[in-house]
Every structure is written in C-alpha cells, then in structure tokens.
C-alpha cells in the first residue's frame, strides 16, 4: 500500500470476442509521468484485469477462504499434498500463512491501481464520455477488492487516493468498509456504458456494477434497495454483449469456453493461455481444481455432503455438472481419468466439473497450465436469487425469481418458498463460485453447519489479519478477536 506506481503492460491489449488478452510485458514507472492521454487512460484501466486474473487474486485465495471453508469442498491429490489446505479446512488458519498475506497485497495493489485512475484521469484532456467509463471501471474493480477485502477480514483500511496517507494504517468497521464499496458502485453505475462494442468485449459495465451493488446492498440487509435494484436488472439489464439477461439454457455449457459473455453474464475475469508461455496465471481456478494428472491437480474437490445435497434435492443436472467422477466421459467426450498414484494413494474420484476445461479448450505444450476460462464472478442467476430473498424480506413475489432458476434444472416450482429454499437453491445454483461460506457466515448458520470442522462462533466468521500487514503498521493496525 506504500508503493504509489503504476504498473503498466506494455503491450498491445486487445479486449475481442475470443476474451484474448495477453500482457507478455511488464515495467513500472512513476504515474506523474504516465497519465497525458486518452490511450494512457485506457492503457492504465486495461491494466487493473490483468492484475485481476494472478493466481492469487480471484484464484487460490478465494476457493480456500469461500469453499474449502465450507461443507461444499475438500482437499484432494494426494496425502502429502497441499497439506496447508487443512488449515482452512479445519479452521487452524494463522495470522502468518502465507496466502491470505499474498492475497492482502494482491487486493491492495490492485486498489492502488484503481486509485492511480480515479485520482490522474480526470485531469487528463479527453473525450468526457470515454473519462467517465474509464474511472467507472476503476471505481468497479476497486469496489469489487473491498469487497473481497470485507468478507474474508471484516473492516479494513479505506485508500482511495494518491498518495496515501496514515488511513492506510487504520481499519475502518464493517460497515463503513461495506458502505464504500456500495457508493463506489453507485458512482461507478452511473459513469458506465449498457455494454461495449465488440472491440473493448469484457470490459466491465453499467449492469456489472449494479449486479454487485445488489450483492453487498445484499450483505447490508438492505433489502428495499436490493429488492429495487435486482428488479431493475432483471426487467432493463444487458448482458456483456448487450443482450437481455437471462439464464443460459444449458447449464454445462454455461461454465465452458464457447459461452463466456453469454446472456448470463455479469462480471468476468478475462483468461487465455499465452502460447509458449507456461504461465500460471492463464487459468489457475482450473489448473488447482482440475482432474489430477489430466490437466489438473485436484487440490480442492467436491465434498460428499455436496454430493448428498444435490440428491437430497433430485438436482442430476447441476450435480452432473458441478461434480465429474473418474472414469465418467464428459459431454465433451473426455473421458475423466484422475490419477491413482501418488505416494500409492488412490486419487481424489470426484472434481470440480465447473473448473473442468475440455481438451479442445487447452493449450498444448503448456500441460498444466495450458486450460482457458474466463472466471465467472457474477452470474444473472445469482441476481434471480438475490431478488428472491429481498422479496421473501419486503413482501414481495419470491416465487417467481426462485422458480425461473429451478426451471432451467427441470426441478419442480416451489409455490411458497422459504429462506431455507432459497438458500438451498444458492447453495446447489452456486456450489464452487467462492460464496458458500460467506453466505453461511452472512445469514448465521455458520455454527450450526461448520462446528464439526472446528469452527468457533466469534472468531472464524473472518480470518486474521497477516501479521506481516500488522507489523508494517508498527501494530498499530488491530487483528481480528481471537486471532
């Protein structure tokens, strides 16, 4: 948070319709120097998705502390592998391991970014309405890291402008935290365009911003405003290609390459392999929860329970999709091999089908690293889900939005629907896409759910600060209770 440059890739960005984005390059210099024109501003917004995409940014991190976490996944590969995933798994986590302090800094830098665009750009000379989406996506991208920032660690230090300040040092609350990230997505509404033009495809927009302003107005408990803002989505909002949203009829295809930017989406991180280049940060959700020894590592798998749940709820079609047993073939035609190897263990059976890349989606020479998918963040499906549970707060039709998600699934309506429906329906609608713990946590179901784990009301709602953060701030920045 100290350091005030701008990262810029020097590189020729292309946002199209195949989602390639490739930043073979990287140099720094001092945004004093950077920030004269048009191209500058629009190289420095471009800049803020590739930071996006690291590993341990939108990746790792937020499987570990959103699903592992939770009943939905478990550690995989072998038993001398990945054995730090226990910790999450079991709640033993430590102000010192070392993801959640890469993951900090990861949020931190790309905040630093955001603010290096919305305190140079409007003065730059420039077409107002390109200034205005140009700090819009800014504001989105960092609305969205302060929203990370506020789930896993609860209130945290507000920056918003350069250079900064002594605020860097001192944590706002929760709900002044929760609050900056729901004006920066007022503002940034506002500033944003329906959706782009084929040529800029992927770039963040108007309804992008108010997909996530309805989720934290979600977290808030304001569920008037989340109910208004869910319904103004669902009636007048556009996808990323500027057609009316709605569900993806086919919901394996949703999760696969072809369908990226479909009528579902909302919110995207851009990822593409880059030939010859093995980098992990092409796709590594994919790589971390892929099929052991087939263009994966199986870290983290589907658990039982989850398993269980979509039975307990007839739902073949989400399970079929969300979870791909060894010796299965895919729709795809891979058959599902996974590994029976290492240190003579049996490998995992079951994996992440909607990390799942199919072979003619892959990269060759690039083995492990070679599968591309874009992240998917924000699904209209979930907005379906949000209007539903502000209705079922407010008083109004929560049987409508619920029912339109189950339908896709061919599952049966639920004429009176309750919260524990609804949340049911998140669970089995979103399992894998980093919110099962959160929403434990959020709707206060955690205890009763995760106790088995070790978890312990008062304390494991949020995770501890890294102690490296708090003894940069010479402690004076405070760390969770019980940490």
């Known amino acids: 948070m100290k350091k005030n440059i701008l990262v810029i890739f020097l590189s020729v960005i292309i946002l199209g319709c195949s989602e390639d984005m490739d930043f073979p390059t990287e140099a720094s210099m001092p945004a004093e120097e950077f920030f004269e024109t048009a191209e500058d501003a629009v190289q420095a917004s471009t800049a803020i998705y590739a930071e ?129 990230v729901i004006q920066d997505l007022r503002e940034a509404a506002d500033l944003l365009p329906d959706f782009h033009d084929t040529a800029n495809l992927g770039r963040v927009t108007k309804w992008s911003a108010m997909g996530l302003l309805a989720k934290a107005l979600m977290y808030q408990e304001n569920w008037e405003e989340a109910k208004a803002v869910t319904d103004e989505i669902i009636n007048k909002g556009v996808s990323m290609k500027g057609v009316p949203l709605d569900l993806h009829p086919n919901f394996y295809e949703q999760f696969k390459e072809e369908q990226e930017y479909n009528e579902e989406s909302l919110l995207e991180v851009p990822a593409s392999a880059i030939p010859n280049n093995p980098d992990i940060s092409n796709n590594f959700s994919s790589n971390l929860q892929g099929v052991l020894d087939q263009w994966g590592q199986g870290a983290m798998v589907p658990s039982d329970n989850l398993a269980n749940a979509f039975d307990e709820a007839g739902d073949s079609i989400r399970k079929a999709v969300t979870i791909i047993y060894r010796g299965e073939v895919t729709p795809d035609g891979d058959t599902v091999q996974g590994a029976e190897r290492l240190d003579g263990i049996d490998g995992t059976p079951r994996y992440n089908g909607k990390a799942y890349v199919p072979t003619p989606n892959r990269f060759d020479g690039l083995g492990n690293f070679g599968p591309q998918r874009n992240i998917r963040l924000l699904r209209f499906a979930e907005i379906l889900l949000i209007n539903a549970e502000a209705a079922l707060h407010v008083g109004g039709d929560a049987a409508t939005p619920l029912n339109r998600v189950r339908e896709r699934v061919d599952l049966p309506p639920i004429e009176n629907p309750t919260f524990e429906d609804i949340w049911f329906e998140r669970r089995l609608e979103l399992a894998g896409e980093q919110d099962r713990f959160y929403d434990l946590v959020r709707t206060g179901r955690a205890n009763e759910v995760l106790a088995p784990q070790g978890f312990e009301a008062g304390k494991n709602e949020l995770y501890p600060i890294p102690a490296e953060q708090i003894r940069q701030t010479d402690y004076e920045m405070e760390q969770n209770p019980g940490y």
């Not at 690291?54 to 976490?69: D, F």
Request: charged share 20%.
């Open 52 to 180: 996006m995409r690291v590993w341990v940014h939108v990746e790792s991190p937020l499987i570990a502390t959103g699903e592992l976490a939770s009943d939905n996944l478990e550690k995989g590969s072998c038993v001398g592998c990945f054995t730090e995933w226990f910790n999450y798994k079991n709640f033993t986590v430590s102000p010192d391991d070392g993801l959640l302090d890469a993951h900090w800094r990861a949020c931190y830098w790309a905040i630093n970014m955001c603010n290096q665009v919305t305190t140079n750009v409007p003065d730059i000379d420039m077409d107002p309405t390109l200034r205005n989406r140009v700090i819009g996506e800014a504001k989105v991208w960092r609305a969205w890291n302060y929203f990370d920032l506020y789930r896993i660690w609860g209130g945290v230090p507000i920056v918003n402008q350069i250079p900064v300040g002594p605020e860097a040092n001192i944590r706002t609350t929760k709900e002044e935290t929760l609050e900056f």
